[in-house]
């Protein structure tokens, strides 16, 4: 594993992981090391677009009200799958004072089917990744090692005060006790990074605090 501070520059690459014009063995997948980019405390001297491999799979964590739907949306539009997107979809259909609770499974639903049939359908996605769930990182690997792909970790590390100001911004809080498991299941994400311990699957991990997401203008998948 390789924990690297980039330089400012147009792009940030996972170096050792390049983009691949065609579907990779799943051996050579394997014997690639992972790679851990620190872009925090960069600013506006980090890079402005992350660049990876046509058809990977990019999966964007943090606490909530870190940004994630805010950057998927800015720097992946088209390609991102956010579960708010499916939630305020369903929400615009349904009656207003119907309790997020009473649908929340029939969200999920949708989610995981429309993110199954992106992953099948072979495009690059970013998917936003709440950081709770271990399964779905889990899944995400397997299907990008199906394809001959690879999966990559954008990681926000923001203060949990940051993060509960963003939750006020957007007018859309969680309760106490989820945003303890948020706060403790990220502080693994991140520290475990830091140590160069990713998820099973992971090829590579860009850690961002606030100013460098939002110094970002794309994440790119050269290619497609």
Known sequence: MT?????????????GVPAQPEAVPRKALAAVPPVVRDLRERGRRGPRRLVFGDGDVVVVSGLPGSGKSTLIARAAAGRGIDSQDTR?????????RLPYAVYRPLVRLAHYAGLRRALRSGESVVVHDCGTQAWVRRWLAREARRRGRRLHLVLLDVTPKTARAGQRERGRGVSGYAFARHRRAVARLVADAETGRLPAGCASAVLLDRAA?????GIDFPGT
């Open 213 to 217: 997401a939002g110094a970002l203008t």
């Open 3 to 15: 924990l690297q501070r980039s330089r400012a520059s147009a792009y940030a690459t996972t170096a």
């Open 88 to 96: 305020d979809h369903w929400a615009r259909r349904l009656p207003g």
